[in-house]
């Protein structure tokens, strides 16, 4: 069993700057991808940005240059630095990451997905 708890949302002008936290929980024995996705309303859920186990990374061409992933290995934690903000920008965000559990002495490992529950961002003019 595994928990994704975010933090940071908020209510903030345009121009303004927000930083999201998901800290990672629970049974598993590493994480390989962390990321951020969003779902505006009426709108599909959208990838955000993504950091791998390695530290690359990923944005969305519409986050570029405005929003930073980063991620520290020994909290099991992905942060979300969103500067520039604009009214388009408001969504939930939700946290996502691929856990990894090795289950035989082979090291075979079962890995899944796991969601946590989103946190609202809105921007306003």
């Known amino acids: 069993q595994v928990e994704l708890a975010e933090s940071g949302g908020g209510l903030v002008r345009s121009g303004g700057s927000l930083r999201l936290s998901c800290t990672a929980s629970?049974?598993?024995?590493?994480?390989?991808?962390m990321g951020w996705y969003r779902q505006a309303p009426g709108k599909e859920r959208e990838l955000v940005a993504v950091i791998t186990s390695g530290g690359s990374t990923n944005y969305a061409d519409n986050v570029k240059g405005r929003f930073t992933i980063s991620r520290d290995y020994a909290k099991n934690t992905v942060y979300l630095q969103m500067n520039s903000l604009k009214p388009d920008d408001t969504a939930v965000y939700f946290c996502n990451a691929k856990f990894r559990r090795i289950i035989n002495v082979e090291g075979a490992a079962r890995t899944w997905d796991y969601w946590g529950k989103g946190t609202l961002v809105t921007v306003s003019q």
């Open positions: 629970g049974r598993f024995d590493s994480i390989d991808n």
